[in-house]
């Protein structure tokens, strides 16, 4: 099927890439990077690269069965089956004709980064290190253990977005892994190559604003089973926020792809923001009872404000939900 789209796209748009040459090769040079194995640019971003070099073109097949048990630990039996028949019927086309087709849209780098409030874990109502420490062993707990408590399974079912990606097994050179994610909106999964950034020792996120290196996502023009093409991110920031800088190939002159910047901009601020601050809350809720029944403080509400409340985010929903109206996200912008 894969095959049978890029021959149908490439036969119906060939014309028109031709009689739009400067175009096509301008697309064409924006992912040219990402037509090899993962981490192969001419800019390396090291050591990530150097590490994400090392792996093949495509997943094994003990990364993809581990993904399906996450995935299917996350999302339930037939909401993950209905996914997966999505992701290998419907993905290819996304790619291939309607968001990387580089002889009928001007591809370009397109940087978004979709940011969460300071995040106070231990409800102290300061922003310290023990915070940001709290929250990168909650990061890895929650995104690499391929079966979850049952409490956080539950609240990640509830996640407009959710994600697992498995650990590297013993001697795996590269790091590399097959990721596999899910969009309630688009209700499909996805697969990526994906690094465990904060097992390379030395590791720098590409993000001028990260403090500490979560995760480098591949996602390679060849991969048919994710929408995008580009290099994505998932960091601490120096401010003890969580960020998803994505530089990803798009024509920002497109109403089609400048939507789906939009869309995913509003996907990752629901998931960053509203549905993060209920978890952090029922967290606050939890620990604030526990030593209320221990008699460690009075029974009443803290003064300071639980972690992402009042965010720029929720104000944002709510006007997109005001009259059934939705407010407009600003247009992506070039990547320096």
Excluded at 64 to 82: P, S, V, Y
Excluded at 288 to 299: C, D, F, K, P, T
Aim: include cysteine.
């Amino acid at each position: 099927q894969v095959y049978f789209v890029r021959a149908f796209t490439l036969l119906l748009s060939l014309p028109l890439g031709i009689l739009c040459w400067g175009r096509t090769n301008t697309s064409m040079s924006t992912i040219a990077p990402f037509v090899s194995r993962p981490g192969q640019y001419e800019n390396a971003h090291p050591p990530a690269d150097e590490y994400a070099k090392k792996s093949g073109y495509f997943w094994d097949f003990s990364d993809f069965t581990c993904g399906a048990i996450g995935a299917m630990d996350r999302q339930g039996w037939c909401e993950f089956n209905l996914a997966l028949t999505l992701m290998f019927t419907i993905s290819p086309v996304m790619k291939y004709i309607l968001f990387n087709n580089p002889r009928t849209h001007r591809l370009e780098t397109v940087f978004l980064n979709q940011w969460s409030k300071p995040v106070d874990a231990n409800i102290d109502g300061e922003i310290t290190e023990t915070d940001a420490d709290i929250l990168r062993k909650k990061m890895v707990k929650q995104v690499t253990r391929a079966r979850l408590r049952d409490k956080n399974r539950d609240m990640t079912d509830e996640y407009s977005f959710s994600a697992y990606y498995q650990l590297p097994p013993p001697g795996r050179e590269s790091l590399l892994v097959a990721g596999i994610q899910y969009s309630e909106a688009a209700i499909t999964s996805l697969m990526t190559h994906s690094l465990h950034s904060y097992l390379i020792k030395g590791y720098k996120p590409k993000s001028d604003t990260a403090s500490w290196g979560f995760l480098s996502v591949y996602l390679q023009y060849w991969n048919p089973y994710h929408w995008f093409t580009g290099y994505v991110e998932v960091n601490l920031r120096k401010d003890g926020g969580i960020e998803h800088p994505m530089w990803l190939a798009a024509d920002k002159t497109s109403w089609l792809h400048t939507r789906q910047a939009n869309g995913v901009n509003s996907l990752f601020a629901r998931l960053l923001v509203k549905e993060m601050t209920g978890y952090w809350a029922h967290r606050s809720q939890t620990i604030m009872m526990q030593l209320q029944q221990e008699g460690v403080i009075e029974a009443k509400l803290p003064k300071h404000k639980t972690a992402f409340s009042h965010s720029n985010g929720i104000e944002m929903l709510q006007k997109q939900s005001n009259n059934g109206k939705r407010s407009s996200l600003p247009v992506p912008q070039t990547a320096p």
